[in-house]
């Protein structure tokens, strides 16, 4: 069972305010606290000052995360204004992990492919304007995220989702997940349950609460939640 998510090093949340963001997400997991101490250091030490020279790199969030065992999964999600710049970073193959030999040197296990999510901030709609769902998320493939609107202080968001994402929190807001289509699987870990979402259901995941959604077939899902929220987590 999952015991917390901590959030070790992230962005200044200017940094998501633009209106296309490519976020990178890599997985690695380590024994112990030290080995994921040790996975850090190098993080900040010696990658994050690589990608700073990088151009077309915005910034970076670290999340940690120990199960009961004291099994430590390390979330890196490095975020970047355009796929040319990730290809600056990862090469030709931009979906291949770049885990260097002193990180592999301290994990257990890692990915050794990456997701991309395309993030789109800033309302694509405005008030007043007809908004055709079905046909906005045809336009779109998984992973996408899409603000589509604003309504007093939060925000609809529209979510094309297949696969797992990372166990996560939001310190300060809530979310709401309603399923278009698809299936939604959302793991929680008070209680170690998962819910099931089928078309047109509905849940809400209050702040604080470690999650995780999983998505086994391509799913549409409409999300509200605070102006502000990083989607990929706090």
Known sequence: MIRGAERIAGPPRWAYHRWRVIARRWRGWTESAGEADAYVDHFESAVRPR????????????????????????????????MDAIQGFAGDDVELAVVEPEAQAVLAEYDSRVHHIELRDGPAFGHLELIDLPAEATAHEPWFNETLTTVNDAV????????????????????????????LLIDLQEGDRTVALAPHQAFAVPRGAVHRTRAPVRTTVLMVEAAGVVPTGD
């Open 51 to 82: 990608l700073r020279e990088i151009d077309g790199f915005v910034d970076a969030t670290i999340e940690r995360v120990e199960d009961d065992d004291g099994r430590i999964e390390l979330v890196v999600i490095t975020s970047w204004d355009s």
């Open 156 to 183: 609809v968001r529209l979510g094309i989702l297949e696969g797992d994402f990372h166990w996560h929190k939001h310190d300060d807001q809530d979310e709401f997940f309603l399923v278009l289509e698809g299936e």
